[in-house]
């Protein structure tokens, strides 16, 4: 078989084992060496909720996906040129993900009785049972060759077995033609007190890149050249981490103390686990009793004057209404994150969707309008989270910042930017009040957000709370006060609009269809567009970040198009909320609610049946 | 600064019924205010009244303070936010038994367990007053209300237990009627660090009248009840010849001069005492076995959660590598494209 080196500008690799086999280590590790090397990347963990479900059983596969290009990477790949499979579960339940011409890599050693029979195959052929005999199946007896690998390290034989997945990167790396230096670095520092384990997974890093290179099974290799990127200092990010410290940015911009009152849920958790590291930046973080305690710390750490935050998914969301409300109603400043997860219920919580839309916009009791940011990549979460503390401080009022599993979890390069270039954030704080008693709902002309006036600021003293008020703060069931406060706080956060940009169009200003969009499809949704538009289509895409309100020229822009698509992993939630904002136009729409993200092609297939 | 009673007030009308407990709950927070302002060196700036709902819970629009009146069951997760966010407030948490006890029994705990130097004012009325007379998780076993017609068939809490349960550091209790008593254990309960549990045993006299009152009338109060004070013999009684005594593994009341007990033989209050078991009995002391214990019952010192978190961020930031977002951003692995 002779070799061939395939020169791409796009490749994927995916890796798929069991869940304590470390898929999730090897595929970062694998996107960090892309990354150094100056690939563009963007990686997708796919995962199941089960921590440890049982060994070798189709439900305790886990996933990671990258995609490394020489171009612009705005998705983790529809499908793989690499698969490794580190047992026959994985290679059944991620063969569908592979392309017709993709190379398999299989650890031989599991294909045993026990291993066919968990992952449910009824001969020992696993070729010839999946039908995948047209693919490049390599059959590395990874276990054996492992244990060979270690067995002069001194190493327990547990220690030995968990080595695997670093042999397999090593196997990875020959593939791909990467430097293994970045992750040299990491053993080295991960096993700083360990030099054994170190030494031991540098070996099987090792062993692993020369057993790939010395066998004739591999067919190809690829070679995907450093993309052509803007010059300038770069890191790799992921959603949640980039919500943090857009967050923290924003807590450095404005002058407050950042505060975050959250519980655990899946896939929000790591925004609360980087903030409570970042007491070196001032940051009080509250682990709380549930959901509902996370927000109203939150709410009473706002009363006092920090930059009040409260992390969550879907179900915490549900939670979290009612206290919501009374965030709304009494005007002080709140940031929501919701990283969505597929629902209802807990439905599938390691999976991604735009299903809590609908929620975000209605899910509450009474008249209570809140504002929406939706982030529309890993890095984009940095700039969703600061201007989403920006307006929420400025406007005094919460903000639903909505990300998703998908962005959270997923990571790309990020080139770093200067605080200097961000706007400042400006709270309405007063010292002293033009009135006496202070007014608490007295409202600035143009944004009609009410003064932030502390505790302990001498002669400020005054009562806010969930009963309708007065504009003077005093308790009112006035008929007629009732309706003019509900309308006063939906016009200020209409007003938004005054201060968010306008919606762009990538692609023309008007044409046959506009792709319409937000949140974490804008990736899938731009690579479809442009394929399209190279076809030489006249399609354009609107991709939302701004929710509600939308941007002002939003209903100008769709007057351009002969024809609206709304595309979203949902059944349909933006596309209903345009057609009460805009119901002069007729919107079709592309649903998908399988608690995975689109793919490139079937956006492509969607829109052309349109054209 | 010296301030008045007056000063307090503020110039909301109080819609409380007539004749309800809560108005002498008022009278006596708002006299100890300026007492607390001067003991304690505070300035008025720095209070803040939180409450959750329920008819205690318009308490803090009668305040002439720093006031939020929240939802539900949530005034202690607000409350928390408040002191954690900002150690130098003072917040008082108003509360009742169904706002602390039931929709709110899980903040209430977890605001105990970590010790939060807040102060909370339980009102306990054993029963549901705003929704008009409904039984809550302190009405007795049996108590015939609107949603148990048949009788309550259900136990209920005694909040002192569950503060004992959750490592409570301080617990007491007064009855609304007690004007003195109750501006005093205010005064304690602002000195005290730490959660400040002081359980007000109040009379809803349209939907649960003289529920309290077989020990809480008048007449027999001195006799039914007992006032611990730290490190005095307990004594009681109206004519001061009654005390307890610790025997049989229980708390027995006896008579001075009767059977050869003097005053040396009775039991010493020590609310400082680490171990809560003596604590627990006399939390767990009802009338007409034992006199209803009043006074605190609990103070000891630990730590607050709010001075641990607040000491970590000035510990974090003296010892910190990075100062700055900017230089945060730059952390770890960057890779250069020139």
Partial sequence: MSHQVIDSKEAVIRFAGDSGDGMQLIGTLFADASALFGNDISTFPDYPSEIRAPQGTIAGVSGFQVNIGSGSVRTPGDFCDVLVAMNPAALKSNVKWAKPTATVIIDSDTINEKGLSRAGFKSDDIVEELNIGHLNVVFAPITTLTKESLKDCGIDSKAVLRSKNIFTLGICYYLFNRSSDSTIEYIDNKFKKLPQIAAANKKALRDGINYAANIQAIQNTYRVAPAIVEKGLYRYINGNQAVAWGLLAASEKSGLQLFCGSYPITPATSILEELSIRKDLGVKTLQCEDEIAGICTAIGAAYTGSLAVTTTSGPGLSLKSEALGLAMITELPLVLVDVQRAGPSTGIPTKTEQTDLNQALYGRNGEAPIAIIAAHSPSHCFDAAFYAAKYAVEHMMPVILLSEGFLGNGSEPWKIPSLSNYPDITPPIIEESEESPFQPYKRDPETLARKWALPGTVGLEHRVGGLEKNNNGSVSSDPLVHERMVKERAEKVARLSNYIPNQEVIGSESGELLVVGWGGTYGHLYTAVERLQNEGHSVSLAHFDYIFPLPKNSEELFGNFKKILVCELNSGHFVNYLRGEFPQFSYLQYNKIQGQPFIVQELVEAVEALL | ?338
């Fill in chain 2, 1 to 338: 600064m010296k301030y008045s009673v007056d000063d307090f007030k503020s110039d909301q009308e109080v819609k409380w019924c007539p004749g309800c407990g809560d108005h002498a709950i008022l009278a006596s927070v708002q006299r100890a205010m300026p007492q607390i302002c001067e003991e304690l060196d505070y300035t008025k700036e720095r209070f803040v009244f939180v409450s959750g709902i329920g008819c205690s819970s318009r308490f803090p629009y009668y305040m002439d303070t720093f006031g939020f009146h929240g939802i539900h069951g949530r005034a202690a997760a607000i409350a928390t936010g408040m002191k954690v966010a900002n150690p130098r407030l003072t917040i008082w948490q108003i509360t009742g038994d169904g706002d602390a006890l039931a929709i709110g029994g899980n903040h209430f705990i977890h605001a105990i367990r970590r010790n939060i130097d807040i102060n909370m004012i339980l009102f306990n009325n054993q029963i549901y007053g705003l929704t008009k007379g409904q039984y809550s998780p302190t009405s007795k076993l049996g108590k015939t209300t609107k949603t148990s017609p048949f009788g309550t068939v259900e136990h209920p809490f005694n909040p002192g237990a569950l503060v004992l349960g959750a490592r409570g550091t301080f617990f007491a209790r007064s009855i609304d009627v007690e004007i003195k008593l109750t501006q005093d254990l205010m005064v304690e309960s602002a000195k005290h660090n730490g959660t400040a549990v002081v359980e007000m045993l109040v009379n809803c006299i349209i939907f649960n009248d003289r529920t309290h009152a077989e020990f809480a009338e008048k007449l027999v109060r001195a006799d039914r009840t007992i006032i611990l004070k730290d490190g005095e013999p307990m004594i009681y009684g109206k004519n001061r010849d009654k005390g307890l005594i610790f025997e049989d593994n229980k708390i027995k009341s006896v008579t001075i001069g009767e059977k050869g007990i003097s005053e040396k033989d009775l039991l010493v209050h020590n609310a400082k005492e680490e171990n809560p078991g003596l604590h627990s009995m006399l939390i767990d002391m009802k009338w007409p076995e034992l006199p209803v214990a009043l006074g605190v019952i609990r103070s000891v010192e630990d730590k607050t959660y709010n001075n641990n978190v607040r000491d970590q961020v000035i510990n974090a930031r003296e010892h910190a590598q990075i100062k700055s977002v900017d230089e945060l951003l730059r952390s770890g692995a960057t890779w250069e494209v020139k």
